[in-house]
């Protein structure tokens, strides 16, 4: 069974950065497949934030180009989010999400973390 933990989030200043983790079990093709963050702030949707594929494209949201950035460790399962200079608006929950299989199934699915709180405050 597919499962993400995310950790790092927390209490963070205006300005300041944080660098979310998030490593994956379960299956060997997370490599092969995209990796990426969410987040949804009180009362709202939830909204995409980044993801980079297997081969290590990245694509992110107009909002946090340029702040923020996304990388991974293939051999590890794992997604990062560096983020800097966080605003007010930023305050959410976070979610990993992996596109994959599980190692011996072929079907293609979404996978959510329990998301790691981001609470921007000063």
């Known amino acids: 069974q597919v499962q993400l933990v995310e950790s790092g989030g927390g209490l963070v200043q205006p300005g300041g950065s944080l660098r979310l983790s998030c490593v994956g079990s379960?299956?060997?093709?997370?490599?092969?497949?995209?990796m990426g963050w969410y987040r949804q702030a009180p009362g709202k949707r939830r909204e995409w934030v980044a993801t980079?594929?297997?081969?290590?494209?990245?694509s992110y949201a107009s909002a946090v180009k340029g702040r923020f950035t996304i990388s991974r460790d293939n051999a590890k399962n794992a997604v990062y989010l560096q983020m800097d200079d966080l605003s007010l608006e930023e305050t959410a929950l976070y979610y990993c999400?992996?596109?994959?299989?599980?190692?011996?199934?072929?079907?293609?699915?979404?996978?959510w973390g329990q998301g790691t709180q981001v609470t921007v405050s000063s």
């Open positions: 999400n992996a596109f994959v299989k599980e190692t011996y199934s072929s079907t293609l699915q979404d996978y």
């Open positions: 379960g299956s060997i093709f997370f490599s092969t497949y995209p």
């Open positions: 980079m594929t297997g081969g290590g494209s990245s």
